[in-house]
């Protein structure tokens, strides 16, 4: 089956789906008759019917994120080809890959070094150069294409940027940095793992050197799995790569919705114009405040061709450490004064779509225990956010489960376990606002990543 065929029916599916929940909600109403009509305000009084419309209204703020993933999902192939190179790697910039790691799991980044190694070699790529850059000293074997590098303890920037940001920022000084601005830097943490697609990817990316950064899809359910329920859960990131990450990066070039701390790639120059040093603020979330930084600068982004691999959290509480995290950290990007309001808009919009997700939720209880009339748009557009929501999870696992490597019922159960774990990461969802509301936000929680940790307890 080609990949024209596959993204047809993908698309036929997804049609289904917000057909099916269009009708069984109530956002296309074929039986008029089938829906009781009540007067809200004498049924339950003023003030509870305005709480209830505004619970309502609330679901609207996610619809921005969903036209985008629906667009991107349906606009451009969800199945692509392998990737063909459009140019001699021999004629490729000078490239470094460069890997952040606090230095917790040595094993790990070694292993992960030599395999990205080999994978670039066998991709016919030559001129590279694998950086890692680390709080603690992991000792790596001395190799002409890995350099080692050790964040001293009393470095500090100008700004007092912490953790991930801080490190970055060390790679950048005159003192440290061995790039041109010419040169080309892939961003990875210390789990990932290139493929051969995405190093032609990459390679055709950086010779054609139209944009200055660019980011493309990490999959999680290779190898592997450790925990089903967390893969089952990140299927929904998978999707959103292919759909709103792709649409902006493909038809603005611009980072409107952010974008994700591994799979980067930039140039040299622009990253070090740009900078890291965005002080605490820009330290949670240093990848999201980096890239409205170089939005709000006038670069330009592009999406990249072929995937990466990474691990899901091994435990729901690194899954919802994880997105606690993220939520503070996007926070502190929305509320920054150094990133201009045009340019955080659409990011703002969406993060409060999440800070709301505890309110906009409890329509699944109130809609049913206390129904109310609306226009018959809200309604339609309630069961489409719905709808593109459900198969987000649907979408993610067919991308990321081999059908030939599990066969049809195992694929079809990791399907239907997607829409099942659906409820379990709402509620981590949820937890995760409400914690990340309350909680100290300048930390910088970092989750398990070596499995051999895990086998050896």
Same mark, same amino acid.
């Given at each position: 089956?080609?990949?024209?065929? %596959?993204?047809?029916?993908?698309?036929?599916?997804? @049609?289904?789906?917000?057909?099916?929940?269009?009708?069984?909600?109530?956002?296309?109403?074929?039986?008029?008759?089938?829906?009781?009509? !009540?007067?809200?305000?004498?049924?339950?009084?003023?003030?509870?019917?305005?709480?209830?419309?505004?619970?309502?209204?609330?679901?609207?703020?996610?619809?921005?994120?969903?036209?985008?993933?629906?667009?991107?999902?349906?606009?451009?192939?969800?199945?692509?080809?392998?990737?063909?190179?459009?140019?001699?790697?021999?004629?490729?910039?000078?490239?470094? @890959?460069?890997?952040?790691?606090?230095?917790?799991?040595?094993?790990?980044?070694?292993?992960?070094?030599?395999?990205?190694?080999?994978?670039?070699?066998?991709?016919?790529?030559?001129?590279?150069?694998?950086?890692?850059?680390?709080?603690?000293?992991?000792?790596?074997?001395?190799?002409?294409?890995?350099?080692?590098?050790?964040?001293?303890?009393?470095?500090?920037?100008?700004?007092?940027?912490?953790?991930?940001?801080?490190?970055?920022?060390?790679?950048?000084?005159?003192?440290?940095?061995?790039?041109?601005?010419?040169?080309?830097? !892939?961003?990875?943490?210390?789990?990932?793992?290139?493929?051969?697609?995405?190093?032609?990817?990459?390679?055709?990316?950086?010779?054609?050197? %139209?944009?200055?950064?660019?980011?493309?899809?990490?999959?999680?359910?290779?190898?592997?799995?450790?925990?089903?329920?967390?893969?089952?859960?990140?299927?929904?990131?998978?999707?959103?790569?292919?759909?709103?990450?792709?649409?902006?990066?493909?038809?603005?070039? *611009?980072?409107?919705?952010?974008? %994700?701390?591994?799979?980067?790639?930039?140039?040299?120059?622009?990253?070090?114009?740009?900078?890291?040093?965005?002080?605490?603020?820009?330290?949670?979330?240093?990848?999201?405040?980096?890239?409205?930084?170089?939005?709000?600068?006038?670069?330009?982004?592009?999406?990249?061709?072929?995937?990466?691999?990474?691990?899901?959290?091994?435990?729901?509480?690194?899954?919802?450490?994880?997105?606690?995290?993220?939520?503070?950290?996007?926070?502190?990007?929305?509320?920054?004064?150094?990133?201009?309001? *045009?340019?955080?808009?659409?990011?703002?919009?969406?993060?409060?779509?999440?800070?709301?997700?505890?309110?906009?939720?409890?329509?699944?209880?109130?809609?049913?225990?206390?129904?109310?009339?609306?226009?018959?748009?809200?309604?339609?557009?309630?069961?489409?956010?719905?709808?593109?929501?459900?198969?987000?999870? !649907?979408?993610?696992?067919?991308?990321?489960?081999?059908?030939?490597?599990?066969?049809?019922?195992?694929?079809?159960?990791?399907?239907?376990?997607? !829409?099942?774990?659906?409820?379990?990461?709402?509620? @981590?969802?949820?937890?995760?606002?409400?914690?990340?509301?309350?909680?100290?936000?300048? %930390?910088?929680?970092?989750?398990?990543?070596?499995?051999?940790?895990?086998?050896?307890?």
């Amino acid at each position: 089956m080609n990949s024209t065929t %596959k993204h047809l029916l993908h698309c036929t599916l997804l @049609i289904t789906v917000i057909v099916i929940c269009e009708v069984f909600s109530g956002g296309i109403k074929i039986d008029e008759n089938s829906f009781t009509i !009540v007067d809200p305000w004498t049924e339950y009084g003023q003030v509870a019917t305005v709480l209830l419309y505004l619970l309502r209204f609330l679901t609207l703020l996610t619809l921005p994120q969903v036209l985008f993933n629906f667009c991107g999902l349906v606009f451009y192939n969800a199945f692509p080809e392998k990737v063909v190179l459009k140019g001699s790697p021999l004629l490729a910039p000078f490239i470094c @890959i460069r890997v952040v790691t606090r230095g917790d799991f040595p094993d790990l980044v070694k292993m992960n070094v030599l395999r990205n190694i080999n994978t670039c070699l066998d991709t016919g790529l030559e001129n590279f150069l694998i950086e890692v850059v680390t709080d603690k000293a992991v000792h790596l074997a001395q190799h002409r294409r890995i350099r080692e590098i050790v964040v001293p303890k009393e470095y500090k920037t100008r700004t007092g940027a912490l953790f991930k940001s801080r490190a970055l920022q060390y790679c950048l000084e005159d003192n440290v940095n061995v790039l041109n601005d010419s040169d080309w830097i !892939v961003h990875l943490d210390e789990e990932t793992l290139l493929t051969e697609n995405s190093v032609r990817g990459i390679i055709n990316f950086v010779l054609d050197g %139209k944009h200055p950064f660019g980011q493309g899809l990490i999959t999680y359910a290779n190898e592997n799995v450790v925990n089903w329920l967390t893969t089952l859960a990140d299927s929904f990131r998978v999707s959103d790569d292919m759909g709103k990450l792709r649409l902006q990066f493909k038809l603005f070039h *611009k980072p409107l919705f952010s974008w %994700k701390g591994s799979y980067v790639v930039t140039q040299v120059g622009a990253e070090r114009s740009v900078s890291f040093d965005n002080g605490i603020d820009g330290s949670v979330a240093e990848d999201c405040f980096f890239a409205m930084r170089a939005f709000s600068q006038g670069y330009t982004f592009n999406f990249i061709e072929g995937e990466m691999y990474e691990k899901s959290p091994f435990t729901l509480l690194d899954l919802l450490q994880q997105r606690k995290r993220w939520l503070q950290g996007i926070l502190l990007v929305v509320h920054s004064k150094m990133i201009p309001f *045009k340019h955080k808009l659409l990011l703002g919009i969406s993060v409060y779509s999440w800070v709301t997700m505890p309110l906009s939720t409890s329509n699944i209880i109130f809609a049913g225990l206390y129904p109310i009339p609306c226009p018959n748009l809200v309604d339609f557009v309630c069961a489409f956010i719905a709808a593109i929501n459900i198969y987000m999870y !649907v979408f993610g696992v067919i991308k990321s489960f081999s059908l030939y490597r599990f066969g049809l019922l195992k694929f079809l159960a990791c399907v239907l376990g997607a !829409v099942c774990t659906i409820p379990v990461n709402v509620v @981590i969802e949820n937890v995760a606002v409400i914690w990340g509301l309350v909680g100290k936000k300048h %930390k910088f929680y970092v989750v398990q990543k070596d499995v051999r940790v895990l086998e050896t307890v």
